[in-house]
């Protein structure tokens, strides 16, 4: 499986030249000083030809512009020796490389291909980041034909071959978008930033750690301050335009729809095929299409072949539906996201910052290559698996689902003697059980749960699970039991520096201060947490605090505010797909409606509410809300 793809077709030759593409070029070449001096600074990148070794048999990869090659190479001894323990420096170790051998039609090529080739060795020669492709270094003999890059071989191949070489469990592709998305937010926060231009799934690898690495640097550049300039806000023209095309994900119906009169065309962007320059917000464009093919294993539009019929369908508004993939509707989180990164308008996209906020809060697993399909095999599914499998589900509210996986990733993780691993999966069955208002084995749990964090000395999990436990306790509700627990954990998280431990637990003590019917004292709290949930990307978190604070003006008769508060928080949810928190934000929608009158709304919102509580497993916070319906409907019937 070869290491870069350079075109998104090529062709094997199962006779090839182990050498470069050419045969040596008639006249004596002159370097202008502007490459004499991209080749001065790039010295200690430069590989000499003797010292790559291209075996008789070997497979070449060929694209438009280049040709892929599998070969050797052999540092030189100053650079890989190693000292025996004689003394006698040992014969450096030969390493397998990918060399990418640009390609020379006419001497009149040379000075282009040649300056090209420098600009990407030089973008690569002054970055470094895990999910960045490194760069061996390059070669360079224009009298025989010779311009070359030289990179690490990767065996995985492409992200686009490596997704379809398995059925990847949902965490384990999410682990390989996450990837991108940390390599492209370390491109745009340079400085100034650096816009790759061709993203794709057949320009990212999958290294021997099955981790992501973007690759292919030939179309990046680094912005100046009138390319900044630009993606502040759109062009005068485009804001007299006619409304554009906007991607909108629905979860009630797992459908991702685009409206307007613009266009695009496969990866590229709109603004792309406008002819506009290259932007960051066209990196994040295309980081929606990576997480669409990762997800589906399929390109945009992989049925349409002419390009004509792509930007018919994109006029008409035909995206790619997510209705008939299993996969997608598991991670509405994701759906939404995608929906972000394919608005039309490039300001509305999310920052690269925003999308890895987003992607580290969904269950993620390194992909792992040794685990069958056979769920009777021990190596169908690690622990680790399990858990997010579990984490997945119950994000959904698909609590049967998760406790399956939670209890499954608990009992190995017991056999194996990982304490660790058994107190996060125990945590999480508390967590299940107390969204399904079993409160009782919840507080059980919580407490194994504390105490096994507490003898092997984790503060982290002890604070998280100090904050679930008060949440237990006031679910019964036992305000005073909670109070000291918040405030333990945030003692605890405040001291570490965990933001988003320490959101949680002022979220807490605000809603202690909401049993308490402490309105003035509960505002405040809620409004911190909204604050730190915000600044760190925790959408659910984020709907939470809102809907504390929906709480809160409700209590105070302040339906207008305590409206807004509860659609905000409704939408949220909806977005990211917490079917249990849209069932409170439509509770407290019902109860609003019920007190302006409008009863009934009220008994919609209600039964709504109920259909998932019921759906869920929740049945006392369910027959509280039939209850509500009782009650208004006989309060119709006697105004009938």
Known sequence: MDLMQLDENFNADSNPSPGSDQRGLPGKFQLSAKLRDKMEKLANRRIDTSSIEFPEDVSELHGGHATVSRAFLTPSLENAGEMSGSGVQTP??????AVKKLKITAEKDIEQVLGLTLREAGFLALISHPQIVDLEGFVEDVSNGIIWLVFPWEDNGSLRDFVASKDWEIPERLALIYDVATGLEYLHSQEPPICHGDLKSVNVLVNSNYRALITDFGSAR?????????????????????????AMFCASNNTITLTGNEYTLRWAAPELLKDEPSSLKVDIWALGWISYEVMTNSIPFQDVHKEAIVIKRVIQGELPSITGDVRMALILRLCSLMSECWSIDPSKRPGAKDCVNLLQWMPRVVPNPTRT?????????????????????????DCSNALKFFSQALDIYTDIGDSNGRAAALYQLAETYRHQGNVEEAIKLFSDTLQIYTD????????????????????????????????????????????????ASVFGLGEVHRFRYEYDQAIPRYSDALQLFTDIGARQGEASALWGLA?????QEEYSRAFTFYNDALRIYTDIGDIQGRAYALNGLAEVDSKQGHHNDAIEKFEQAVKIWEQIGNTRTAAQALERVAGLRSTLENAA
């Not at 436990?469 to 109070?483: F, H, K, M, V, W």
């Open 551 to 555: 709480e809160m003006h409700r209590g």
């Open 222 to 246: 680094r912005l100046t301050e009138t390319d900044l300039g630009r993606q502040v806000k759109p062009a005068r023209d485009e804001q007299q335009a006619a409304p554009l095309l906007q």
């Open 92 to 97: 450096p170790r030969r390493k397998v490389v």
């Open 456 to 503: 092997i000395g984790d503060s982290l999990g002890r604070a998280h699970t100090l904050s679930s436990l008060a949440l237990a306790y006031l679910s019964i509700p036992e305000p005073s039991q909670a109070l000291p627990l918040f405030s333990d954990a945030l003692e605890i998280h405040t001291h570490i520096g965990n933001i988003g431990g320490k959101a």
């Open 373 to 397: 399909t056979n769920p009777m095999m021990s190596e169908a599914r690690s622990p680790e698996l399990l858990f997010r499998l579990g984490e997945m589900h119950k994000s959904q509210g």
